[in-house]
């Protein structure tokens, strides 16, 4: 239990995550980049929808970039709660640096959404209870990154974002269960009911593909963003300072 403990300890040290996550990325981009590959492949070679035609295409990128939105700001609320009860600096950066990688997916849902609603509801947007409630996800993303940059103080600015994340997180199950407890143009839940889908296996192959290869992503992109604020705000450490020097030899 010892071993278990102090490993953890070791982990969310600064220094030593800033090494490890260095050694992490490029297996993460890696992976990311042919996992990618395949799923595209799979997308444009998936058999044409028999009502929506080719324009169903867009839902390889729609609902990966939904999923992710709702999947990042969990894991952001997540760590802003550690940070929060228990001071882990290392938790207080996961959650700041996560909102603009969570805001980005959340708008690329918006965008696709909107562009594969023309075709099919007459219109680019509507106050669906889906549509609404994944805007004022994107809102949240925003307030978080706003709120952060409004502190001066990095520590107290971490609690304020957290406190703002764990509030919001009451939004995720509105998004997820909306189509099911209010009568919505969004079409109903597909990939809950792998037992039963609703989709070709040759369209849900590349889509589940396509998710993998988006939650890949996730870690590689954050990992990046950590290691930046870690430099910044660790400046004056010996670490840093011992590491700058490294590097300029």
């Not at 035609?53 to 952001?76: D, N, Q, T, W």
């Not at 103080?153 to 189509?179: C, E, M, T």
């Not at 604020?229 to 300072?241: F, K, N």
Request: net charge positive; charged share 15%.
């Amino acid at each position: 239990m010892n071993r278990i403990v102090q490993f953890f300890h070791k982990t969310v040290s600064p220094e030593y995550f800033y090494w490890l996550s260095g050694k992490l990325i490029p297996w993460f981009i890696g992976i990311f980049v042919v996992v990618l590959a395949f799923g595209v492949w799979g997308a444009f070679t998936a058999p044409t929808d028999y009502q929506q035609g080719e324009s169903y295409r867009i839902i390889f990128v729609h609902v990966p970039a939904a999923y992710m939105s709702m999947l990042i700001y969990v894991c952001m609320a997540v760590a802003g709660f550690i940070g929060l009860v228990w001071h882990i600096k290392l938790a207080e950066i996961t959650a700041v640096a996560s909102a603009p990688i969570g805001a980005a997916f959340t708008a690329l849902a918006l965008a696709t959404g909107s562009l594969w609603g023309k075709p099919m509801w007459g219109t680019y947007w509507v106050w669906d209870a889906r549509l609404t409630s994944e805007l004022i996800l994107l809102f949240l993303y925003i307030g978080v990154i706003a709120l952060y940059n409004a502190i001066d103080d990095h520590r107290k600015a971490a609690r304020a974002v957290a406190i703002l994340a764990l509030v919001g997180v009451v939004n995720i199950p509105i998004i997820h269960f909306s189509v099911e407890w209010w009568s919505t143009l969004h079409q109903p839940a597909t990939l809950s009911k792998l037992d039963q889908p609703s989709m070709h296996p040759d369209m849900l192959r590349p889509l589940l593909i396509m998710i993998v290869a988006c939650t890949i992503y996730f870690p590689g992109i954050l990992f990046m963003r950590i290691r930046a604020m870690l430099l910044r705000q660790e400046r004056r450490s010996r670490w840093v300072a011992r590491l700058l020097g490294e590097e300029g030899t």
